[in-house]
Antibody, heavy 120, light 108 residues
Framework: QVQLVQSGAEVKKPGASVKVSCQTS????????IHWVRQAPGQGLEWMGR????????NFKEKFEGRVTMSRDTSLSTAYMEMSSLESGDTAVYFC?????????????WGQGTLVAVSS | SSELTQPPSVSVSPGQTATITCSGD??????ISWYQQKAGRSPVLVIH???RRPSGIPERFSGSNSGNTATLTISATQALDEADYYC???????????FGPGTKVLVL
């Protein structure tokens, strides 16, 4: 069955970086994008960007360009999201989700979420 | 503009119909998806490509999209449908996805 399993919660100080992983199984890795979506406490969903798992090409929400890196390791069927220069406003649950490359823009399976807390 | 708007909340009595709207410029020209999120859980896809239900989603969930408004309809609403619902669109111009702000459905 399809599974997206994310790495565990992180606590970081302002200015630090964090790298969250999303290990996938149960489907052909390269046929999909992985998206990253975050949700601050009590707030809605915010799309951050996506990575084409076949070609490695990325698209980002403008506010994250230059501060967020998305990558993948095809041998491990795992995608990664790294964010630098963390500030308290980045405290959120970060989700990964998949989108089929050939289908129009919906996210059919999601990871369980990773809490990133930024505090001095 | 790729901004989407949704009402903050919708209240419905059990067994009645809940209607959640999602508005945006020329939304009918884009495919819309809808996600249900219960407290402390990951979002679940309930409608994709405007009106298609994934396997396992009850028939009481339906969708439509025309003009500047997409609509998620929950017929014969049950207590377990109480959740936050988000619309989502793909902007072909900017190549970016966007979520609406979410609508809390309260089953009273």
């Amino acid at each position: 069955q399809v599974q997206l399993v994310q790495s565990g919660a992180e606590v970081k100080k302002p200015g630090a970086s964090v790298k969250v992983s999303c290990q996938t199984s149960g489907y052909t890795f390269r046929d999909f994008y992985i998206h990253w979506v975050r949700q601050a406490p009590g707030q809605g969903l915010e799309w951050m960007g996506r990575i084409n798992l076949n070609r490695g090409v990325t698209n980002f929400k403008e506010k994250f360009e230059g501060r967020v890196t998305m990558s993948r390791d095809t041998s491990l069927s795992t995608a990664y999201m790294e964010m630098s220069s963390l500030e308290s406003g980045d405290t959120a649950v970060y989700f990964c989700a998949r989108e089929h490359i050939a289908l129009p823009g919906y996210l059919d399976y999601w990871g369980q979420g990773t809490l990133v807390a930024v505090s001095s | 503009s790729s901004e989407l708007t949704q009402p903050p909340s919708v209240s419905v009595s059990p067994g009645q119909t809940a209607t959640i709207t999602c508005s945006g410029d020329k939304l009918g020209d884009r495919y819309i998806s809808w996600y249900q999120q219960k407290a402390g859980r990951s979002p679940v896809l309930v409608i994709h490509e405007d009106d298609r239900r994934p396997s396992g989603i009850p028939e009481r969930f339906s969708g439509s999209n025309s003009g500047n408004t997409a609509t998620l309809t929950i017929s014969a609403t049950q207590a377990l449908d109480e959740a936050d619902y988000y619309c989502q669109a793909w902007d072909t111009t900017t190549r970016r996805h966007v979520f609406g702000p979410g609508t809390k459905v309260l089953v009273l």
